[in-house]
């Protein structure tokens, strides 16, 4: 993976149907999908249950671009190199999952995949501060994790305006996870995000048999952000 503060879509496949995730994420990707998201929840650190390594060992092969892998689980560090055995490119935990945050980042990058910090909308951007350097990605939650669908929340916005000046020059992507859509899209983008997480507003209207949607969806949501 080569760094750009390009804007990307990530497809979330939490909205995509569970009974054909490599025909959807190949028709999402021919579609223009940038990135893949997925959503891994352990029904403890957030209220739903999805998946885990072997369904995401499962979707690798069908997978050409990336794969972004989220963690809503509690406790992470047992499930690290599972996931980065099933060919997670990028794995993403919560800073508040456990005590460990430091420690979870560094398994993450030793495992060889990218490390993700992601951060529930009630937690400040100051909680990303000392952990900058073992990052590659923030994920500002828009949304409290755990479902799909949800409405974006408009106060996370200054945390990814706040994350950005923290950054600086270092190649840490800033993503936005929960209700993007072509209206919440540019908001966030101008305030200094590149990777554009959406579930509901890409799969929409859209199926395997008829895939243009995805490709209508993603494009609106892409002119919108530009
Ligand atoms: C929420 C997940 C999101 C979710 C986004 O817990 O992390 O990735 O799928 O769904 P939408 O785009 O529908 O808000
Ligand atoms: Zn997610």
Not at 9 to 14: D, G, H, M, Q
Not at 79 to 105: C, M, N, Q, S
Not at 190 to 218: C, E, I, T, W
Request: hydrophobic letters at 45%; proline letters at 7%.
């Amino acid at each position: 993976m080569t760094f750009d503060r390009s804007v990307k879509i990530a497809p979330s496949i939490l909205a995509a149907d569970f009974a054909n995730f490599g025909a959807e994420i190949e028709a999402v990707e021919a579609q223009g999908a940038d990135w893949i998201h997925v959503d891994v929840m352990d029904g403890h650190f957030v209220p739903n249950l999805t998946f885990g390594p072997a369904m995401c060992a499962a979707i690798r092969p069908h997978i050409k671009t990336v794969m972004d892998v989220h963690l809503m689980i509690s406790p992470v560090d047992p499930y690290i190199e599972a996931f980065a055995k099933a060919g997670a490119d990028i794995i993403t935990a919560h800073v508040e999952a456990g005590p460990h945050i430091h420690r979870t980042l560094q398994a993450i990058r030793a495992s060889g995949a990218k490390a993700g910090l992601a951060l529930n909308p009630g937690t400040p951007a100051e909680a990303a501060a000392p952990l900058l350097d073992l990052v590659d990605m923030i994920c500002v939650m828009t949304v409290n994790p755990g479902f799909g669908g949800q409405s974006f929340i408009h106060s996370c916005v200054q945390k990814v305006t706040e994350l950005r000046e923290m950054i600086g020059d270092r190649e840490v992507h800033i993503e936005i996870d929960g209700g993007v859509d072509p209206r919440t899209a540019p908001i966030v983008t101008a305030a200094g995000a590149d990777v554009l997480v959406a579930g509901s507003a890409v799969f929409k209207g859209g199926s395997v048999q008829n895939p243009a949607p995805y490709g209508d969806n993603m494009r609106a949501i892409r002119s919108a952000a530009a």
